[in-house]
């Protein structure tokens, strides 16, 4: 059985303990950002003492930084937007320096990311955009409370 306060992916909408006989003792909470109370759950209050689970109904997640550098300055539990990449209904001309500008900074942390070169007029509808939603499955996102 997963540990108290360890998050998991689950594939069913049922709940563990219903499906699971020998954990039907057991308490299991969707990652919603309901909050809960630290008397009901102890142990899962020391893990989060916020007493509020994060919402990631819909979210993809991601590996902690701490320190590496690809994605600094983010929090433990903290959200970030997706990248907003521009869309373009445009011709572009020819030359070199065209920026690109991202609205959360990774163009500024990530050398090469911020300019890129046209060798000669864009041609077509001039209508431009980026797919970003990389493939995906869905799982219940859950942590065992009791």
Do not use: C
């Not at 142990?43 to 509020?52: C, D, Q, R, T």
């Not at 997640?61 to 690809?70: K, L, P, V, Y």
């Not at 959360?104 to 990530?110: L, P, T």
């Not at 890129?116 to 007029?121: E, G, I, P, V």
């Amino acid at each position: 059985a997963p540990a108290i306060g360890v998050p998991f992916f689950w594939p069913s909408a049922a709940m563990p303990n219903t499906v699971i006989d020998s954990w039907s003792s057991m308490v299991f909470l969707k990652f919603n950002g309901a909050k809960f109370s630290a008397s009901d759950y102890p142990v899962l209050a020391k893990v989060f003492p916020s007493l509020v689970l994060p919402e990631a109904r819909g979210d993809f997640i991601r590996i902690w930084d701490d320190g590496r550098g690809a994605d600094g300055g983010r929090e433990l539990l903290s959200w970030q937007e997706a990248t907003n990449f521009s869309q373009f209904a445009g011709n572009i001309g020819g030359g070199a320096g065209h920026a690109i500008n991202f609205h959360d900074g990774i163009a500024g942390n990530q050398p090469g990311f911020s300019r890129f070169n046209f060798t000669s007029n864009s041609v077509g509808d001039g209508v431009n955009f980026v797919a970003v939603r990389p493939r995906n499955i869905a799982f219940n996102f859950l942590v065992r409370a009791k």
